[in-house]
């Protein structure tokens, strides 16, 4: 009998300590999805050509972008003609100066294009959710094709890890001309149960999803998918299972950057290369 009570009081708090453990991650999960830097980015960073632009979205916030013409690198000037544009999605972490530098080539390439910060970041109000970041790359959305510079149907995402998931659930309501994921999660899920296997039950203890894999199997979109083979965030092989889900046409490049946050990984000539193949096929050059 002494032996079965100390087998149940084992259990007990084997359970006990599981559950807090669930509970705790529970509560405290969105601050291990979302990193967002507190500063609001400063216009002086900007080339003179583009513009602070603001973002109104369907809940009532109003967020900081950047707004960069494409140029005409003959003249040094920005190109009148409506033509192709591109919308980047960041990542969970740090604000749009970060990704500045990939903005300012792709409009020395002949792309306008828009940058900006999700709720929660750089300055802005809110707080990051799934549902909140997909209202907010839609109101990104409506101010790049509303502008005279840009053909609203040639129009690439592009999506950078935790924001190829928002890309993409934007790209469920509004399909873009081509899309660029790099270093895209299949989903919240299939991350959680790589970095925690011993989590059994980590689908029910989600508040954000983002099934990146199970959007693009239903979208007919030209697709990008760029991965780093020692990514040891979003490992290669999960990236993977975005690329097997989409339909055709799509193509997977495995670049020679190696890490997830590496530098090459924004504005690294072989990244560089790959994204002006690709969107000068599917959305055209000016």
């Known amino acids: 009998m002494a032996f079965l009570e100390v087998v149940v009081r084992s259990a007990l708090i084997v359970v006990s300590v599981a559950l807090v453990i669930m509970a705790f991650l529970y509560v405290t999960q969105r601050s291990m999805v979302y990193f967002p830097g507190s500063n609001t980015p400063g216009a002086e960073l900007l080339p003179a050509r583009a513009e602070t632009v603001e973002l109104n979205t369907d809940d009532g916030l109003r967020l900081g972008a950047w707004f960069l013409p494409a140029t005409d690198a003959r003249a040094d000037r920005a190109a009148p003609a409506p033509g192709p544009a591109v919308l980047i999605c960041n990542g969970n972490a740090g604000d749009r100066s970060h990704r500045l530098p990939l903005a300012i080539e792709l409009s020395e390439r002949g792309y306008a294009v828009l940058l900006f910060d999700y709720r929660g970041y750089g300055g802005n109000p809110g707080s990051p959710t799934e549902e909140g970041l997909r209202t907010d790359a839609r109101a990104a959305l409506e101010v790049l094709a509303a502008r005279p510079e840009v053909d609203p149907n040639r129009i690439a995402y592009f999506g950078e890890s935790l924001g190829a998931g928002v890309a993409g ?40 999803r983002y099934p990146l894999r199970e959007q693009v199997g239903a979208m007919r979109v030209p697709l990008l998918v760029l991965v780093t083979e020692r990514d040891e965030i979003v490992p290669a092989v999960l990236s993977r299972r975005v690329y097997d889900a989409a339909a055709e046409p799509k193509r997977y490049v495995a670049l020679s950057a190696a890490h997830h946050n590496d530098p090459a990984l924004l504005t690294g000539g072989e990244l560089l290369a790959e994204l002006s193949v690709f969107l000068e096929e599917w959305v055209g050059a000016r």
Do not use: W
Request: charged letters at 20%; zero cysteines.
């Open 169 to 208: 659930g934007l790209a469920t309501e509004r399909p873009p001309a081509a899309l660029v994921l790099r270093s895209p999660p299949p989903s919240i899920a299939e991350m959680g149960r790589h970095h925690y296997p011993y989590l059994l039950i980590v689908d029910a203890l989600l508040l954000d």
